[in-house]
């Protein structure tokens, strides 16, 4: 009988991944980690540009990203210790039905990551994570190869880079994919004064609503890696009696909350709990901060001349919310480096 909760522990968290609950007679091996082999799925989903991506190599009249192939293969032989006859002896590559001794694909591959690391990763091999190549045609000694290097997307913070290289023929020989990480990053986000009336219901938050106004606010608008028990609207709604989201899109002057029937009570509670501190005498002593409200008060208006964004209690929330749908919306599209640094604002 195996029962529990299968965890995956990150550098910076540890996320539930599994629950199992398994029951039988006759068991051979270990049936969690068979289980996880069937179910499981990469969590560093690759997402892909819809425009397909840009080159990442400068003006070839800059720094060409060509070689040479040298016009004997022997070095690299001697290097490699791959002394493989056709690489090496025109006469077993004639028996063999080529038209030269070939190049060793890894001479290839090398030539190939170079460009890799100089273009993609600014000179950094450790920032290249990985290098997948397939060979698709000979290469002979002598050719002129050029190399091709596309930024498609992006995998958990790291740059999908496409890698192609071709002959001076014209005919495609390797192509592939480098993952790059990219320099370390860290993102940060703007305070009160930033706001704006409408902030977050415009770009790509169309295409996660199909076609309905955009709100970063409700669940239904943030990517399926972030799952809250309860919306922010909503949370805003039953604990406050507000709507941070009319805030957001219509900056009213004035809001009222009314405090009628049992969910109107239990929000008059909530603001009628809220103090703060100040010393008096060399003590600390709890101030209401709505003293205005008390047990027979029906409603609170709240008002601000340049609208209720602009006031600070209700800034505040909505510049965080935004702040978090903009991080996980990035998370989402595999922006984000997984060891990152990242603040929010005082």
């Not at 039905?97 to 591959?109: A, C, Q, R």
């Not at 009319?246 to 009628?272: C, L, W």
């Amino acid at each position: 009988n195996t029962k529990g909760t299968v965890w995956l522990k990150t550098t910076r968290e540890v996320i539930e991944v599994a629950r199992v609950d398994y029951e039988a007679a006759d068991v051979h091996g270990n049936i969690v980690l068979e289980y996880m082999a069937r179910n499981g799925s990469s969590i560093e989903q690759p997402v892909y540009f819809e425009t397909g991506g840009y080159s990442v190599l400068p003006d070839k009249k800059v720094f060409p990203a060509s070689v040479a192939v040298p016009l004997s293969n022997c070095a690299y032989a001697d290097v490699s210790g791959d002394f493989n006859p056709i690489h090496t002896n025109a006469y077993f590559a004639d028996l063999a039905g080529l038209p030269g001794t070939i190049t060793h694909g890894m001479f290839t591959s090398a030539s190939t990551r170079k460009f890799v690391e100089i273009f993609a990763a600014n000179n950094d091999p450790r920032r290249v994570k990985s290098y997948r190549v397939t060979f698709l045609d000979m290469v002979l000694p002598g050719d002129e190869l050029d190399t091709k290097l596309y930024h498609v997307g992006m995998s958990n913070g790291k740059k999908i880079i496409k890698v192609v290289t071709v002959n001076g023929r014209g005919s495609k020989v390797l192509e592939g994919e480098a993952l790059v990480e990219q320099p370390g990053t860290a993102y940060v986000f703007t305070g009160q004064g930033s706001q704006e009336v409408g902030m977050g219901m415009r770009g790509r938050s169309v295409r996660l609503l199909r076609d309905v106004p955009p709100v970063v606010f409700e669940r239904e608008s943030l990517p399926k890696a972030w799952h809250p028990t309860t919306t922010p609207q909503a949370h805003m709604r039953s604990t406050y009696g507000i709507s941070i989201l009319k805030i957001v899109r219509v900056n009213p002057t004035s809001e009222t909350v009314h405090f009628g029937g049992q969910n109107g009570d239990a929000i008059k509670r909530k603001y009628m709990s809220m103090t703060y501190e100040v010393m008096e005498m060399g003590e600390i002593k709890r101030i209401p901060l709505f003293p205005q409200i008390n047990e027979s008060t029906l409603s609170h208006t709240f008002t601000h001349t340049a609208g209720l964004l602009s006031a600070t209690q209700f800034t505040q929330p909505a510049l965080v919310l935004m702040e978090m749908a903009s991080f996980i919306d990035m998370q989402a599209n595999g922006l984000i480096q997984e060891d990152c640094s990242f603040a929010g604002h005082r």
